[in-house]
């Protein structure tokens, strides 16, 4: 069935260091990939996305990189800060249901 | 611009009673996704509307939730009677376009059935 995983359940990082973290997906039919970060006690919040037909987006301070041949999907955040601190949420779709369907989520801790 | 607007934000009941939960979608929005969280299983799709008209409810649990959209401002989510397994965080989203355009989130509702 289609499922969407994480490598790593928590991750570690200095201020200033980048940050990657990384997600696979079982679902080579899937075409569409968002990003999103929670923080406690609030709803996800959409970083960036990207489509099937590409394979890098960038956005402010992050980039994400889209490989199908392994199906696998990273966020990188460039000169992580404190406030980056968050549960990240990758999520796949495709175009026959269109629901997104959520991995469970990498906590990334951020040491001043 | 407001966000999704959610209500209440927090609730807390008796297994065997009738929960509501509202929603109120980002103008000019078209699509709406009422999702839940758990520890146990995650962020789950529960049903998704697209001009008020309900297009996917397969995440519906069972015969106890039901959600309407009587207008492109307006969704509840409603269960009947509520159990304890019930007890998650309940996410409203709404989005401009189908199920992959990028979807804002509220702030949810936080569930307690005792």
Redesign the interface.
């Known amino acids: 069935g289609e499922s969407v995983g994480l490598h790593l359940p928590t991750l570690s990082v200095q201020e200033g260091d980048n940050s990657i973290i990384n997600c696979a997906y079982s679902n080579s039919a899937s ?2 990939f ?1 990003w ?1 970060k929670q923080e406690s ?6 970083i960036i ?1 990207i489509r099937s037909n590409m394979d890098k987006r960038q956005g402010q301070r992050v980039t994400v990189l889209l490989n199908k041949t392994v199906k696998h999907l990273s966020l990188q955040i460039a000169a992580t800060q404190p406030g980056d601190s968050a549960v990240y ?1 990758c ?1 796949e ?1 495709n ?1 026959d ?9 990498t906590t990334l801790q951020v040491k001043p | 611009d407001a966000g999704v607007i959610q209500s209440p934000r927090h609730e807390v009941t008796e297994m065997g009673q009738e929960v509501t939960l509202r929603c109120k979608p980002i103008s000019g929005h078209n699509s709406l996704f009422w999702y839940r969280q758990t520890m146990m299983r995650g962020l789950e799709l529960l049903i998704y509307f697209n001009n008020n008209v309900p297009i996917d409810d397969s995440g519906m649990p069972e015969d106890r939730f039901s959600a309407k959209m009587p207008n492109a401002s307006f969704s509840t989510l409603k269960i009947q009677p509520s159990e304890p397994r019930d007890s998650a965080v309940y996410f409203c989203a709404s989005a401009w376009g189908g199920a992959q355009e990028t979807q804002y989130f509220g702030p949810g509702t936080r569930l307690l059935v005792l």
């Open positions: 075409d569409y968002i999103y006690g609030k709803g996800p919040q959409f996305d949420f999520a779709s175009g249901t269109g629901k997104l369907i959520f991995g469970q989520g």
